[in-house]
């Protein structure tokens, strides 16, 4: 039978993926000490923590914890990005899971209110503002989707 997931029930992520973060990799380390004010020792903790009580099928949110690693500012286009949301363009990141490129851009200096993310999962988004600590400040627009579920990225 199918999980949640869409992997058979027997399937055990556990086997596949460390549930446990022991290090948080550069830029992903500096926003949440900066950014979110969780101090260095603590941030694995915190991660470790909020995953364990978010409650969500553990697979994507493995997945989603690998994705601190950050990508976007890889991209040559990243100075452009951050210069014209600065400037009032607005941003949108389909698929932005957890949003961390989004809060990569806020502590970069982009306007928080410039920035929108949109994620199929709401509970990625959710999770999102208590990794990073920001329910209170980050003012960019998350939601899911109303259009079809279907079509995936
Ligand atoms: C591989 S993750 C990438 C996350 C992030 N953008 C990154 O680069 O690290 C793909 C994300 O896209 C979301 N997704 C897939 N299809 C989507 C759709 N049609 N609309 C919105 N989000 C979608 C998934 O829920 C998942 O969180």
Known sequence: ????????????????????????RE????????????????IANHINEVV???GIDPLPMYRSIQILELDLHRMSIYPEILERVKFGDKFLDLGCALGQELRHLVHDGAPS???????????????????????????S??????????SLI
């Open 113 to 139: 209110t410039n920035l929108y993310g949109c994620d199929l999962t709401p509970d990625l988004i959710n999770v999102g503002y208590d990794l990073f600590n920001d329910h209170a400040t980050l003012q």
């Open 27 to 42: 830029p992903a380390r500096t926003i949440f000490e900066e950014y979110s004010k969780i101090p260095n020792e603590r």
């Open 141 to 150: 627009q998350l939601s899911s989707p109303t259009y079809s579920t279907t």
């Open 1 to 24: 039978m199918a999980s949640q997931s869409g992997f058979p029930s027997s399937y055990d992520p556990s086997k596949y993926y460390d549930p446990e973060i022991q290090t948080v």
């Open 52 to 54: 364990r009580l978010c």
